[in-house]
């Protein structure tokens, strides 16, 4: 089993930045992947940002490329979710979550990770 806990949400202001955090804990060797959803209210929860457990490979949503960075501490489990220039579209509970497989072609916008945070509210105002 993995657990895992977001911090790191807020309010901000249209263009500002915050930077989420996600603890993970347990069974860590089991994870392949890690990534960061969103749901707005009244519509479905979407793909953001995912990258590979062993480092390197990341991927990104077309919504957030160039504005927001997902990374790991290497000595840790900490992953983070660097979001800049925000804008009040990106208003979200965001979610961390993990996926138990990476394998060549896996595909975070179609694969149903395997465990999830509870989610860190992200307001960003006009």
């Known amino acids: 089993q993995v657990q895992l806990v977001e911090s790191g949400g807020g309010l901000v202001q249209a263009g500002g930045s915050l930077r989420l955090s996600c603890a993970a804990s347990?069974?860590?060797?089991?994870?392949?992947?890690m990534g960061w959803f969103r749901q707005a209210p009244g519509k479905e929860r979407e793909f953001i940002a995912a990258i590979r457990w062993s480092g390197g490979s990341t991927y990104y949503a077309d919504s957030v490329k160039g504005r927001f960075t997902i990374s790991r501490d290497n000595a840790k489990n900490p992953v983070y979710l660097q979001m800049n220039s925000l804008k009040p579209e990106d208003t979200a509970v965001y979610y961390c979550a993990a996926s138990k497989v990476y394998y060549t072609g896996w595909d975070p916008e179609t694969y149903d990770m395997d465990y999830w945070g509870k989610g860190t509210l992200v307001t960003v105002s006009s």
């Open positions: 347990g069974r860590t060797f089991s994870i392949g992947a």
